[in-house]
């Protein structure tokens, strides 16, 4: 399984540009998550606050179709995110994660990837991932892509913060790279197969979480370029409250990553 060209294929922008020209970006990626009777379903898997943040009912998502010849072509098409004022999503109640089932060509229903690579609890744990461990990413910064056949630009960093698990005590983590508006919601994913030095676990692969905010200096808004990851369990949550709607219980004060220490002061998360 090559996860990086997976993800790659199931990952698209999506986009709203309002009447007076304000433009919106940001990423998501296609899960394929059966109904509980087995009718087959793709859902679209982004950060909350990118839906929040496109206030009219429709944006656009970034089909890619292969032509005959070998290139692509990018197709743009319309999606429907809230009917009047009622969000077509399902947020996800104390973590900036939503979900929403959607209509897809069958190219990109296929290309979806399935709910089990998705990092659970424990996978943290049960891989002995750590701060260093080397992770992936997939966005369109600033609405950019990598061609004009509108791919997404793949970034790579190593975990920047320690603890990252339980993902319960410490739901967002730490990666050192980069982000800018547009890579919010994009996949965050560890590929690498080797096993440890003891023989016990493997590390990956798996999608650990996606994209929700870049880490700034709280007196300046400086960006230290690190970005913020909420971990793949809430994004699992959030799909399965598709089915289930039913508020999920706060859990406990936690620490999280970039959160305020009194001294000296800490970097601050801030969306993206």
């Not at 993800?7 to 020209?21: F, K, S, W």
């Not at 009718?39 to 009219?56: F, G, I, K």
């Not at 410490?170 to 990666?175: A, D, I, S």
Request: hydrophobic share 40%.
């Amino acid at each position: 399984m090559d996860l990086t060209v997976e993800l790659i294929n199931a990952t698209v922008q999506i986009e709203q540009v309002r009447a007076d020209g304000e433009r919106t970006t940001g990423t998501g990626f296609l899960i394929r998550a059966p109904k509980p009777d087995g009718t087959p379903r793709v859902v679209l898997v982004t950060a909350a606050h990118v839906l929040t943040e496109m206030t009219d009912p429709q944006a656009s998502i970034g089909w890619r179709f292969a032509d005959a010849g070998g290139g692509w072509r990018f197709a743009p098409a319309p999606l429907k995110i809230r009917d009047g004022s009622l969000p077509l999503w399902t947020r996800h109640p104390i973590r900036d994660v939503a979900a929403m089932e959607i209509k897809a060509p069958p190219e990109f229903a296929k290309a979806a990837i399935p709910l089990a690579w998705l990092a659970s609890e424990t996978t943290f744990e049960d891989t002995q991932v750590g701060p260093g461990e080397e992770m992936m990413g997939l966005g369109f910064p600033r609405g950019l892509s990598s061609n004009m056949a509108g791919f997404p630009i793949l970034r790579y960093g190593r975990v920047a913060s320690y603890p990252v698990s339980p993902s319960a005590a410490f739901p967002t983590f730490l990666v050192d790279f980069t982000v800018f508006p547009g890579n919010s919601g994009g996949p965050v994913f560890m590929v690498d197969a080797a096993r440890r030095a003891d023989g016990d676990a493997a590390r990956g692969p798996f999608v650990a979480g996606l994209v929700t905010s870049m880490v700034t200096h709280d007196q300046n808004r400086e960006s230290l370029e690190i970005g913020v990851v909420t971990h793949a369990s809430y994004i699992r949550e959030t799909v399965a409250m598709l089915d289930q709607p039913v508020p999920i219980a706060a859990p406990p004060p936690t620490v999280t990553a970039g959160a305020p220490s009194r001294s000296p002061p800490s970097p601050q998360p801030v969306r993206r």
